[in-house]
């Protein structure tokens, strides 16, 4: 396997949606290539990071605003 | 409307993150919110039950703030395709490994900013598709059929905008020569 083919497969490889055979040929990839090894690893990190830290927080006072919003829509009747 | 209430606090962090993502402005942001939520429940009744009510929620939402942006930037089209005919990141340069835990190298405000700086820079069209798959957590059918694309197209795109990201976050990342933990 070619790193060029590898690549186009990663995702696949990531969200754990190859076949059992195409991931032993990846891994074996991943075994003789560092390159790609670095790309998979700091790849899945990069997800990883984004999914378990909060960077927009919700601003003070938003939720009261929008259930204000909600309760005022509901007596003009909805 | 308790029960409403109930389904508005679960939601309400994804919304405002997904709106915040798209606008790019904490202003913009809460008018998505509070609009996406108000027209959700004024159009429950035609919610109907084979999408899930968090995707037929984000599909408005995204809606939504794309609106917004159009009425932000009057008279340039705003399109989830834009700025996507680039390459870059397609191809990895940057092949140095990183630090374990690269993040605790970052106080949490510095390493948000980062992370803030790191994706605002993407093309919209990447940075969407990222959000809602892998922050969000919407199958590829979902986030396709949320964005209007074809499954291929969502694919594509996720690649590349992980590519692009991971190469962005390289920069902050790396170890350090002579650094071994």
């Known amino acids: 396997m070619k790193c060029k083919e590898f690549l186009a497969l990663l995702d696949d490889l990531i969200d754990d949606s190859v076949s059992p055979e195409m991931r032993t040929e990846l891994q074996t990839h991943l075994g003789k290539c560092g390159h790609c090894e670095v790309v998979f690893n700091t790849t899945r990190k990069t997800i990883e990071i984004y999914r378990s830290h909060e960077i927009y927080d919700l601003p003070a006072g938003l939720r009261d605003r929008l259930h204000a919003a909600i309760m005022a829509r509901c007596k003009k009747g909805c | ?181």
């Open chain 2, 1 to 181: 409307m308790s029960a409403y209430d109930t389904l508005v606090r679960k939601y309400e962090r994804q919304i405002f993150r997904i709106a915040q993502h798209i606008t790019q402005n904490r202003e913009d942001a809460e008018d998505v919110m509070q609009d996406a939520f108000l027209k959700a429940y004024e159009k429950l009744e035609q919610f109907q039950g084979n999408s899930k009510f968090y995707t037929w929620l984000v599909r408005i939402a995204v809606n939504e703030s794309l609106m917004r942006l159009r009425k932000r930037r009057t008279g340039k089209m705003v399109s989830i395709d834009e700025d996507i005919e680039t390459d870059e990141g397609s191809v990895p340069r940057d092949l140095a490994d990183w630090a374990p835990d690269p993040e605790q190298n970052y106080n949490q405000s510095e390493l948000a900013e980062i992370l803030r700086k790191t994706i605002q820079g993407l093309p919209q069209g990447f940075r969407i598709v990222f959000v809602l798959r892998d922050v969000e957590g919407l199958s590829t059918e979902e986030t396709a059929e949320t964005l209007g694309l074809s499954i291929p197209a969502v694919k594509s795109r996720l690649l590349r905008a992980r590519l692009q990201l991971r190469e962005r976050l390289s920069r902050y990342f790396h170890r350090k020569k002579g650094v071994e933990r």
